[in-house]
């Protein structure tokens, strides 16, 4: 397992990264922007999705037009055929990882489209935006939901961060199994650093804090029958905290306020777009209130 944040991420079978809330409602609403793209475009167009992950908008644009041409690029080792249990409609996608947006293996004009799901704003956004138009034909579209500072995306992460440092800390739960598989505590205080963490910890979230004590639980049953094991669990438990970690602090860096929307807006016009969207995406919630998931931005090549 590598220690890129994202590729970890991506290994774990998951096709979204950025989910609001689990509301299926919710994901229709988010969905029916990049559906609406794929019913303007003609059938068999090439459309390339910028920092694509396990593939979520090529999954969406193939869902209304399966004739589309699309090939993914992603700076992680992204391979969603492997990855995904369920990966739909993606074996026709063409997945390059590896791959920077900032340094795109095509040749200029190549793509009738390009998308980016919160992917463009993870790279130095002027040169993303110079590459992203660089290698769309003329009357192609642009369009892009990027992360906003104030979204309920990155509400949760400040708390989970907290979360996870506690895990990690010096005399932490860790920190804490790791003494007891090196046989310097027993199970009884491995227990009890496990009971104040639970008694101080103000967040404890089932993804962070339950994976880590379902773990401890697993460790416990392993380490008798076979040591060397619980050791391995232990470190993939270990690695893949860290990489939450960075994951939610790339996040957390990546999300535009006001300012620096626009500015992506002005370079992006600045570079031969004419932007029909721009503005804020939010979505109606089950009680009535909105939710604020991004800013949607869209745009043509003169
Ligand atoms: C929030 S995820 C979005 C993934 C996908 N678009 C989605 O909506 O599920 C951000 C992705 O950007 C990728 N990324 C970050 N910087 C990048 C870069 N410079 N070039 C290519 N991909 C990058 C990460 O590896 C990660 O997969």
């Known amino acids: 397992m590598g220690t890129d944040p994202w590729t970890v991420y991506w290994q774990g079978d998951h096709l979204e990264s950025c989910i609001a809330s689990q509301s299926p409602a919710d994901s229709k609403q988010i969905a029916a922007y990049w559906q609406d793209l794929a019913s303007q475009l003609a059938d068999a167009s090439l459309v390339l999705d910028l920092a694509s992950g396990n593939g979520a908008i090529p999954q969406l644009l193939l869902s209304v037009n399966r004739t589309l041409d699309i090939c993914a690029v992603d700076k992680a080792e992204i391979a969603p055929l492997n990855y995904l ?88 739960v860790m920190a804490g199994i790791e003494s007891y598989l090196a046989e310097r505590i027993d199970f009884n205080q491995l227990e009890t650093i496990g009971q104040h963490y639970l008694r101080v910890a103000s967040v404890r979230t089932r993804q962070v804090s339950g994976q880590v004590f379902a773990g401890i639980t697993q460790i416990a049953a392993e380490v008798k029958r076979n040591p060397g094991h619980a050791r391995t669990l232990m470190l993939n438990m270990k690695k893949k905290l860290v990489a939450e970690q960075a994951r939610l602090l790339q996040l957390q860096d990546a999300a535009l306020n006001a300012e620096q929307a626009h500015k992506v807006e002005e370079t992006l016009t600045d570079l031969g777009i004419i932007i029909d969207l721009f503005k804020p995406l939010t979505i109606d919630d089950d009680e009535g209130g909105k939710i604020l998931i991004g800013w949607q931005l869209s745009g043509i090549k003169k």
Do not use: W
């Open 85 to 172: 249990s369920q990966a739909g409609e993606l074996a026709s996608v063409r997945f390059l990882p590896a791959t920077d947006i900032c340094d795109l293996p095509f040749a200029p004009n190549s793509f009738d489209a390009v998308t980016s799901q919160f992917g463009l704003e993870y790279a130095p956004l002027t040169r993303a935006c110079q590459c992203a138009v660089k290698v769309l034909k003329k009357h192609g579209t642009i369009r892009l939901l990027m992360h906003h500072q104030d979204s309920e995306i990155l509400r949760p992460t400040t708390a989970i961060l907290s979360e996870i440092a506690r895990l990690l800390a010096r005399e932490g």
